[in-house]
């Protein structure tokens, strides 16, 4: 950690995010440098000790995490380490943690050389009865609750950086910008070449290759293998100087020998219309050439390597289909080997925290959304209901009014009649004209 600056990266981020108003009241907030180098080495030595988890400092009885991690030789128990672990969560400085490290790795391991990165998608499972995405588990062959964990791999090998999705999230969604992670912990242009399994093969993803070179000075490719089913013999074309023709055995370079020397494979570099399949029986083909490098094995089996790259970008056909073979001793190896020595497929967590369900979440923001809308129509209906009763309202005295002065007109007639005061017949009229608007009212 001292060697790649480690302790000074993580000392770094963590200090950054000490003046936060989430931290406030965290005992993280007081330690020391020294006492925060203390926590940080410890938990970085238990798996090089033989521990898995911080409770099991409770029962180390040596002298060397001391001597290392404290000036005194006492080394961290169980509770302090612990707490000092809970309180680093609420941080929440995960990802700001990642992108430091990855750039202290890339100096140790790879200095400012451009180089290739392996992008690779390993399912961990989840056994618990929450709700939580599910995935497909390759192994066990078999759909299931997950996490999908996203890695980033040098050309060397070396696990540069890593992220933890749902188990439903598909690989192209992530390959671009855990790429765009690494070069921001860079600070530079430094990766030429993405190499990923025949998950992300996909038009989309390498239209979205093209669209991120439209914005860099350094130009980034896609290298994958493509599945049986996404191409056919004939559109392999293979390009001289009259134009293209169909490809044929004389075409193929011996590309790997067993150890007694015999070929086991050959390889080609070829043409290719991606779109060709996907649009065979339209009027108007859509093209998008690639270059494919075409490994074909005694046994018969043909694997199509492709890539955007022109033919003066790529050396040689060999140095195309081992750029995409390489894959299985840089990342394919250590997954079996973080598999085996640093627990990739064990889950540690705490029992009573809720495990966050994307689906449902998602749900219940449009169920909130949809409710808040119902809310808004509601309110604008009761304001309409409150101005309709008081028209009524005001209707309502407006009649009682004129219903008062038509009985007191009728009284008022009513009283001539009985005292003979004017035209009898006229005021008898007069008397009925008023009773009927009366009875209308």
């Keep these: 950690m001292n060697v790649i600056n480690g302790e000074k990266a993580i000392l770094k981020v963590v200090k950054s995010c000490m003046n936060d108003n989430h931290s406030e009241g965290k005992r993280i907030r007081s330690h020391k440098r020294v006492t925060l180098l203390r926590y940080i080495r410890t938990l970085f030595l238990l798996p090089a000790l033989g521990m898995e988890r911080p409770i099991e400092l409770d029962n180390y009885d040596g002298r060397t995490l001391g001597a290392i991690t404290s000036p005194n030789g006492q080394h961290a128990r169980y509770?302090?380490?612990?707490?000092?672990?809970?309180?680093?969560?609420?941080?929440?400085?995960?990802?700001?943690?990642?992108?430091?490290?990855?750039?202290?790795?890339?100096?140790?391991?790879?200095?400012?050389?451009?180089?290739?990165?392996?992008?690779?998608?390993?399912?961990?499972?989840?056994w618990t009865l929450k709700n939580i995405p599910k995935g497909?588990?390759?192994?066990?062959?078999?759909?299931?609750?997950?996490?999908?964990?996203?890695?980033?791999?040098?050309?060397?090998?070396?696990?540069?950086?890593?992220?933890?999705?749902?188990?439903?999230?598909?690989?192209?969604?992530?390959?671009?910008?855990?790429?765009?992670?690494?070069?921001?912990?860079?600070?530079?242009?430094?990766?030429?070449?993405?190499?990923?399994?025949?998950?992300?093969?996909?038009?989309?993803?390498?239209?979205?290759?093209?669209?991120?070179?439209?914005?860099?000075?350094?130009?980034?490719?896609?290298?994958?293998?493509?599945?049986?089913?996404?191409?056919?013999?004939?559109?392999?074309?293979i390009r001289d100087g009259k134009g293209t023709r169909v490809v044929e055995d004389s075409d193929f370079e011996v590309l790997k020998r067993n150890k007694r020397g015999k070929v086991v494979s050959r390889v080609a570099m070829v043409e290719f219309d991606y779109l060709s399949n996907a649009n065979r029986r339209q009027k108007e083909k859509e093209e998008y050439s690639m270059r494919c490098a075409l490994v074909?094995?005694?046994?018969?089996?043909?694997?199509?390597?492709?890539?955007?790259?022109?033919?003066?970008?790529?050396?040689?056909?060999?140095?195309?289909?081992?750029?995409?073979y390489n894959k299985w001793p840089y990342q394919e190896a250590k997954f079996k080997e973080m598999t085996r020595y640093c627990n990739l497929k064990v889950n540690h967590g705490f029992k009573k925290e809720e495990v966050f369900n994307r689906m449902a979440a998602k749900k219940l923001k449009s169920a909130e959304k949809s409710l808040n809308y119902d809310i808004g129509r509601l309110n604008n209906?009761?304001?309409?209901?409150?101005?309709?009763?008081?028209?009524?309202?005001?209707?309502?005295?407006?009649?009682?009014?004129?219903?008062?002065?038509?009985?007191?007109?009728?009284?008022?007639?009513?009283?001539?009649?009985?005292?003979?005061?004017?035209?009898?017949?006229?005021?008898?009229?007069?008397?009925?004209?008023r009773e009927r608007e009366n009875w209308r009212r």
């Design 79 to 126: 509770r302090t380490t612990d707490r000092f672990l809970r309180e680093l969560s609420t941080l929440k400085i995960g990802n700001e943690l990642s992108l430091a490290l990855a750039g202290c790795y890339y100096k140790a391991f790879y200095g400012t050389e451009r180089m290739p990165v392996y992008v690779d998608g390993h399912f961990k499972a989840v």
């Design 296 to 324: 074909k094995k005694e046994n018969g089996k043909l694997t199509a390597i492709v890539t955007t790259m022109s033919f003066r970008e790529i050396s040689s056909e060999a140095e195309l289909a081992n750029l995409y």
């Design 136 to 237: 497909k588990h390759g192994m066990m062959d078999r759909v299931m609750h997950g996490l999908k964990q996203i890695f980033l791999n040098g050309n060397n090998g070396h696990p540069l950086l890593h992220k933890t999705c749902p188990g439903d999230r598909h690989l192209t969604k992530e390959l671009l910008p855990i790429v765009e992670d690494f070069e921001k912990a860079i600070g530079e242009e430094i990766v030429n070449a993405v190499v990923f399994d025949g998950e992300g093969c996909s038009i989309d993803v390498f239209r979205a290759f093209d669209g991120l070179n439209g914005g860099r000075e350094k130009r980034i490719y896609p290298v994958t293998v493509m599945d049986s089913n996404q191409y056919r013999w004939e559109d392999f074309k």
């Design 381 to 433: 209906l009761q304001e309409k209901q409150e101005g309709v009763k008081r028209q009524m309202e005001k209707r309502m005295a407006q009649r009682e009014k004129a219903k008062e002065k038509l009985e007191c007109q009728i009284e008022t007639i009513g009283n001539k009649i009985s005292e003979r005061k004017g035209d009898e017949s006229r005021l008898k009229m007069r008397l009925e004209r």
